[in-house]
């Protein structure tokens, strides 16, 4: 089927940087919108910032001018640049794709999710 791959969590202090990467494995036919989503404890995972196959971006109130979401078709991989980031950033961050692909032989649509990549932000 298809695979998400996460890497690049880890601890930082507030005001420093990390860059997540996602990428998508498979017997993909294509794949639209890529984002990322967050779930700190007691919370709901919310968005945190989607792009569409086109180069659109969104991103949420929270992040905005801090973090950047990138694409890269070639690689089917998604990038979240965060800069400046605060204690609150702290969360399990998943990347999400639309994929178009291949299962058995038959074209299927379906929502796959990575596995989530912890990044913790010290004061």
């Known amino acids: 089927q298809v695979q998400l791959v996460e890497s690049g969590g880890g601890l930082v202090q507030a005001g420093g940087s990390l860059r997540l990467s996602c990428a998508a494995s498979g017997s993909i036919f294509s794949i639209g919108s890529m984002g990322w989503y967050r779930q700190a404890p007691g919370k709901q995972r919310e968005l945190v910032a989607a792009?569409?196959?086109?180069?659109?971006?969104n991103y949420a109130d929270s992040v905005k001018g801090r973090f950047t979401i990138s694409r890269d078709n070639a690689k089917n991989t998604v990038y979240l640049q965060m800069n400046s980031l605060k204690p609150e950033d702290t969360a399990v961050y998943y990347c999400k794709a639309g994929v178009t692909h291949y299962t058995n032989s038959v074209l299927t649509f379906a929502n796959y999710w990575g596995q989530g990549t912890q990044v913790t932000v010290s004061s």
């Open positions: 792009v569409t196959s086109g180069g659109t971006t």
